[in-house]
């Protein structure tokens, strides 16, 4: 019963590490930031030793917007590309595991719906 959300807790890590990548951050930055304060956070450890919802919720959120920069990186590049649609359905897949956590996660969901706005408001160019 342990090991989902002690897994999911290790696993935190690294997508923090690729989300700060994704958003072009140098490697001493991205190792230097949220790598250790993912690592040493005492809540996190803590959360990811007993049996919590909260782990899993986590990284399902910082998979979600690791997915969703990188959808954001691809779209700019090419409107329509398999990697967009790829990025895209990953990107609502996990926004679906960060509800079916808790309902906390409605609030990603709402965090995902302000960036579509606020890209829809942008002037074309």
Known sequence: MRMAPATLGVATNPVAY?????LRLSSYD??????????FENAMVTQSRHILLDSP???????????WSGF???DRQSPIHY?????LTLSGLSLGAV???KWVGLFT????????L????????
């Open 30 to 39: 991205c190792n230097a930031a949220p790598a250790l304060f993912v690592t």
């Open 118 to 125: 606020a890209s829809a408001m942008e002037p074309p160019g």
């Open 99 to 101: 509800a079916s956590c």
């Open 18 to 22: 690729l989300t700060m990548r994704a």
């Open 57 to 67: 919720l986590v990284f399902f959120t910082a998979l979600t917007i690791f997915l």
């Open 109 to 116: 969901i709402a965090t995902a719906g302000a960036s579509v």
């Open 72 to 74: 954001c990186n691809e």
């Open 83 to 87: 990697a967009v649609v790829d990025m």
